[in-house]
């Protein structure tokens, strides 16, 4: 402390005994544009790798020369801390990617990788009432409500979503996954060895053969839903041999034995569940219960009254019990229990 | 008609009177009038209401001569939110499926970091790029000067303006909230 300095008058410890210090309620807005802008550029100068020991003790002296210096800095580090969360360096890269893109580098590093999501619908194709055991004997499964990442022999990595079954079958010549039941969400590296085995996706109906891309399929009881975001894929038919059709970046399709039925843009927040997620934005309340029914055991019903009300938000898979509440809140809507695995969504009154 | 909105905190019962008159009268254009931009009726009934939250809690008291004009200007505020949180959503979800490291977050995790980028991108805004970079080059890598001059091709005096006009607009944008 400098005593010899006059603004001293106005130091921390003078400041904070009441009745003397009238700025004992000065807000941060009351300070002048001019002292925040000396303290902005205070931040820069102790940022800069170079600083001494002569540019911290003149910082140490405006700190101290009035208490709007001080409150000022205060200020400045109250808006650091909302930086804090983001400097792990996962956090930085997805702030730096998210807040200022470079398109041509993004489309650069997702050509390297393949993104999967297969879907086999609650009643798989293998899992069907012939041959329940297939879904046991599976190499790798997941129950109701959980989520498993699995690492390839290849450096690929699977997600399997709840309720999940697949059969890993690598061999010399290509690299086969079958989806018993459920959902995955794949992403392959290039194939290591010598020559690049191509990556095959098998589905009750189908065979995926990605074209180095990015996509997603979601498989219903008699049709799949397919997703491409960046690159193309392209889809043969068990029953018809000669059938290829290439489905582009941004576009979903629904397809069943006979070919395409309906081609709409593809929605990228499909992919949520492998973050432990359900993102709806304005998703019809039917459709939103049929989704969040694959996390919870039991059978969870809606009542046709309501089943057409808007669902909006971001909503953390780790208890579906909790969304069911914060329906109850945000909706003109009751849940009925009849028991914990019978539940029914019904209108409030 | 004219309406009279007085501050938020002060407990003058004119404001949610005046409040309560003009939702009366423009609520139902309002909606209509998100309804054509954003084609959902339910997403418009949010917006609209989240349109007089806003109202309901400001602080200044303002004379509104042209109710819907000024009703169209705070909408357009709401929208502009609507759709900047829709495409910051859709590419963190995009780097959340092309970084594998990601999948060790928790769901709970995941969505703080999705409020923290909302947050940063809201006191961020309108930046330019590069200076938006510069920035997060210094707060989140804690980069030199001299380092951030490298990576961007700039002069260490152009990245010093930019970190000072990043963190001021910081400054003010939180004294302000």
């Given at each position: 402390m400098h005593l010899d300095n006059e603004a001293d008058h106005h130091s921390e410890n003078k400041a904070e005994a009441p009745g003397i210090q009238p700025a004992v309620t000065r807000n941060v807005a009351d300070i002048s544009p001019q002292i925040a802008q000396c303290a902005v550029e205070w931040l820069v100068e102790l940022q800069a790798a170079d600083h001494d020991e002569a540019t911290y003790e003149a910082f140490q002296r405006w700190l101290a020369a009035h208490p709007d210096h001080k409150l000022a800095w205060q200020h400045i580090e109250t808006v650091n801390t909302r930086f804090n969360g983001l400097t792990s360096p996962l956090g930085s890269a997805v702030a730096k990617a998210v807040l200022t893109p470079r398109r041509s580098l993004k489309r650069r590093?997702?050509?390297?990788?393949?993104?999967?999501?297969?879907?086999?619908?609650?009643?798989?194709?293998?899992?069907?009432?012939?041959?329940?055991?297939?879904?046991?004997?599976?190499?790798?499964?997941?129950?109701?409500?959980?989520?498993?990442?699995?690492?390839?022999?290849?450096?690929?990595?699977?997600?399997?979503?709840?309720?999940?079954?697949?059969?890993?079958?690598?061999?010399?010549?290509?690299?086969?996954?079958?989806?018993?039941?459920?959902?995955?969400?794949?992403?392959?590296?290039?194939?290591?060895?010598?020559?690049?085995?191509?990556?095959?996706?098998?589905?009750?109906?189908?065979?995926?053969?990605?074209?180095?891309?990015?996509?997603?399929?979601h498989q219903q009881t008699t049709s799949n839903r397919l997703s491409v975001f960046e690159g193309a894929v392209e889809i043969r038919l068990r029953q018809d041999i000669n059938y290829r059709h290439v489905v582009q970046a941004g576009e979903q399709v629904d397809f069943s034995n006979q070919g395409i039925h309906e081609i709409r843009p593809a929605d990228d927040t499909s992919t949520a569940w492998s973050h432990g997620m359900i993102i709806a934005s304005s998703m019809r309340l039917a459709d939103f219960l049929a989704e969040l029914d694959r996390y919870r055991p039991g059978k969870l019903n809606c009542d046709p009254a309501v089943a057409d009300l808007r669902v909006s938000g971001t909503y953390p898979l780790t208890d579906p019990e909790d969304i069911l509440d914060a329906l109850q809140t945000t909706l003109p809507v009751k849940i009925q229990y009849f028991t914990r695995y019978w539940v029914t969504v019904r209108p409030a009154s | 008609?004219?309406?009279?909105?007085?501050?938020?905190?002060?407990?003058?019962?004119?404001?949610?009177?005046?409040?309560?008159?003009?939702?009366?009268?423009?609520?139902?254009?309002?909606?209509?009038?998100?309804?054509?931009?954003?084609?959902?009726?339910?997403?418009?009934?949010?917006?609209?209401?989240?349109?007089?939250?806003?109202?309901?809690?400001?602080?200044?008291?303002?004379?509104?001569?042209?109710?819907?004009?000024?009703?169209?200007?705070?909408?357009?505020?709401?929208?502009?939110?609507?759709?900047?949180?829709?495409?910051?959503?859709?590419?963190?979800?995009?780097?959340?499926?092309?970084?594998?490291?990601?999948?060790?977050?928790?769901?709970?995790?995941?969505?703080?970091?999705?409020?923290?980028?909302?947050?940063?991108?809201?006191?961020?805004?309108?930046?330019?790029?590069?200076?938006?970079?510069?920035?997060?080059?210094?707060?989140?890598?804690?980069m030199s000067h001299a380092e951030i001059a490298a990576e961007l091709n700039i002069s260490i005096t152009t990245v010093k303006r930019y970190l000072i006009k990043a963190g001021a607009q910081c400054y003010f944008a939180l004294v302000i909230d």
């Open positions: 590093q997702i050509i390297k990788t393949l993104v999967v999501i297969l879907f086999a619908g609650s009643t798989g194709w293998w899992a069907n009432e012939k041959i329940p055991w297939r879904a046991w004997t599976a190499d790798e499964r997941t129950h109701i409500g959980q989520r498993r990442n699995i690492t390839l022999a290849d450096g690929s990595r699977v997600v399997l979503n709840t309720d999940t079954a697949i059969n890993i079958r690598f061999t010399a010549n290509e690299r086969r996954l079958q989806l018993v039941r459920g959902e995955i969400l794949v992403t392959t590296n290039q194939d290591s060895t010598s020559i690049t085995r191509p990556f095959i996706v098998e589905t009750a109906q189908s065979e995926l053969r990605p074209l180095g891309t990015r996509f997603t399929i | 008609m004219k309406y009279l909105l007085e501050p938020a905190l002060s407990v003058n019962p004119i404001h949610s009177d005046s409040i309560t008159e003009l939702y009366q009268d423009h609520h139902g254009w309002l909606h209509g009038w998100l309804r054509k931009k954003l084609g959902c009726s339910h997403q418009a009934a949010d917006l609209a209401h989240d349109t007089f939250m806003r109202l309901l809690t400001r602080e200044e008291p303002i004379l509104i001569q042209e109710p819907r004009a000024f009703l169209t200007t705070v909408a357009q505020r709401v929208l502009a939110n609507h759709w900047r949180r829709k495409q910051i959503e859709q590419a963190y979800f995009e780097m959340l499926v092309q970084h594998p490291e990601a999948s060790v977050l928790s769901a709970e995790e995941c969505a703080i970091l999705l409020e923290t980028l909302l947050e940063i991108d809201h006191l961020l805004n309108r930046l330019p790029l590069p200076v938006k970079r510069a920035f997060l080059y210094a707060q989140l890598d804690g």
